[in-house]
């Protein structure tokens, strides 16, 4: 991400220029969209959520103050709309899942007994992560997935910096629990 | 006598429980140095907690190469569309 980029683009996005926002787009929609991903249950939905989200920052645009960075706002935004797909679906079945699918690794290492290795790893994490409450799957997805920091995760979950480690100490050990036999360390105890 | 202080049972039931309780910052890096220094001296003197730090390490970092194989298809398109067709001039200051 390129936070001066950004601050141009949102500059001249805040004048309504629709160009400048959809230049935003280009940079954050599909990262945003890997967020809701893990959120949100449904793929349609989750594409939709990210619209919505996208739709919403361009017509507040004028009330964003620069105080965080774009990218924090901007998910702060999709993480509201995807809480608000997964409420409305809460009356008709699961809130949250994460896809079935197992993607393969780009790079599959060394050989085929890795590379089973890795897919069940990564079947196993994402398993993990989806059996997680909201409140501590969201600081795990954006903090050590998506690479934000301790504190643009906090500020985008809107809570203290103490609260969103707190919250993620213990998402990490409850997916640590629930992946330790396919951990390389862990199988041959 | 550096390891006899680690494994006095005072220190030591205290340090594993700090080392438990904060071993996400420490993996993050995210400790003062003192704090710090006395989790990676419990971790060379308690096997379970070295292993339970292993185990998490290998947990985040299994967790970050969850990015990068992530191969949804693109939906700036989408996101684009849905904004010509319905995104008004935004709101004033």
Known sequence: MTPCEDDDLVARAKQGDREAFEALVRLHADRLHAVVRRLVDDPGEAEEATQEAFLRAWRSIGRFKGDSQFFTWLYRIGVNEAHRITSRRAGRGPVVRLDDEVVQPSDPGPGPATRVEHADLRAALEAAIGALEPEYRIPLVLRDIEGLSTAEAAQVMDIGEAALKSRLHRARLAVRDAVRDYLPDEADR | ?93
């Open chain 2, 1 to 93: 006598m550096m390891r006899a202080m680690l494994l006095h049972p005072w220190r030591f039931g205290h340090d594993h429980r700090m080392t438990r309780a904060l071993a996400s910052n420490f993996l993050d890096g995210e400790l003062d140095q003192d704090r710090s220094a006395r989790v990676a001296a419990h971790a060379h003197v308690c096997p379970p907690c070295a292993r339970f730090l292993a185990s998490l390490r290998q947990t985040i970092t299994g967790l970050r190469d969850l990015r990068e194989t992530s191969e949804a298809p693109s939906v700036r398109d989408g996101v684009i569309d849905r904004l010509r067709s319905e995104g008004q001039a935004p709101d004033g200051d």
